[in-house]
């Protein structure tokens, strides 16, 4: 099988920053919980668990909830998608010690909103509802409304704005086709907006090298978890740009090799951002012995 390594692969920098935060803070004795999961790859959180992370899933329960049953005296790690402040506050009262590995991209969004919001703006944040990076955005203020793109029947939330001209930020993960998108629906009600950005540059990079992707392959793999934004988008997005495909959502090599891959003789092989490069390369290898 003839098989193309798209780039970037393996862990994006906000990834790669949180897992290495989340490795140092395991060397010491203290109990370390993670407030959410620390990235979006069951594989990469077992992989910390075996080494004594006691990992607080966010779909088990709002986080401060979570966050009061941490004993007292232990250390609370914040995940990379970012959080309500006053869950700072909280872990303050619970004599909590924190590390925030929030990663730098999203905590940019968050301080461009906060900016916004000082300045008089109201915000309306273009993202994915009840996942921790949105949910974050959201929590900064009453004057941040949430743009969802995937509920056109709904009344959108950023009607209500008082005022013509909104600050509008885009969630890292979310693609350009549906950036765009938002921003024609935003802009024929506010055609004053102003558009701050928001999608990292690893997203970009990552998103493109799927559509720049050679269009005679017959196979498209994608490395990543069923949890990860970042990954779900580009799977969308393969099969947006290559028709013909065949596009498979894998979490690892293991994975892989369950799939019956005789009939395909060109492959392209990509990664979500929370997949780490030894996955990559024992997939890679994998399909190159195909």
């Known amino acids: 099988m003839e098989v193309w390594a798209l780039e970037p692969h393996g862990f994006c920098e906000g990834v790669n920053r949180a897992y290495e935060l989340a490795a140092k803070s395991l060397s010491d004795s203290t109990p370390v919980y ?41 250390t609370l790690l914040f995940s990379a998608h970012g959080h309500d402040p006053k869950l700072d506050e909280l872990a303050k009262t619970q004599n909590l010690r924190t590390i925030d590995s929030t990663c730098p991209y999203v905590k940019a969004n968050m301080e461009k909103i906060l900016e916004a919001l000082r300045k008089g703006f109201s915000v309306v944040y273009v993202g994915e509802k009840g996942h921790l990076e949105c949910e974050a955005a959201l929590s900064l203020g009453p004057n941040v409304y949430l743009y969802e793109k995937d509920v056109p029947s ?35 009600h506010y055609p004053d907006a102003v ?15 799927i559509a720049e992707a050679p269009q005679n392959i017959d196979l498209f793999v994608v490395l990543g978890s069923e949890r990860s934004n970042n990954t779900l988008r580009l ?19 293991d994975a892989l090799a369950k799939e ?16 780490d490069p030894e996955t990559y390369f024992e997939a890679l290898a994998y399909l190159q012995t195909l």
């Open 235 to 253: 799977v969308s997005l393969a099969k947006q740009t290559h028709p013909l495909a065949t596009v498979l959502r894998v979490l690892d090599k």
């Open 34 to 74: 993670a407030l959410g999961l620390v990235v979006h790859n069951e594989k990469v959180i077992a992989s910390l668990q075996k080494r004594g992370l006691i990992s607080l899933d966010e779909k088990t329960g709002p986080l401060s909830d979570l966050l009061r049953s941490v004993p007292a005296g232990s």
């Open 195 to 209: 558009y701050a950005g928001g999608r990292c540059p690893s997203t970009i990079k990552r998103q493109s090298s």
């Open 154 to 188: 709904r009344k959108p939330s950023y009607l209500a704005i008082s005022g013509s001209r909104p600050y509008v930020v885009v969630q890292t993960t979310m693609d350009e086709g549906e950036a765009r998108e938002a921003l024609t629906a935003i802009a024929s």
């Open 260 to 275: 019956n891959l005789s009939v395909y003789k060109k492959a392209a092989l990509a990664s979500g951002a929370s997949t």
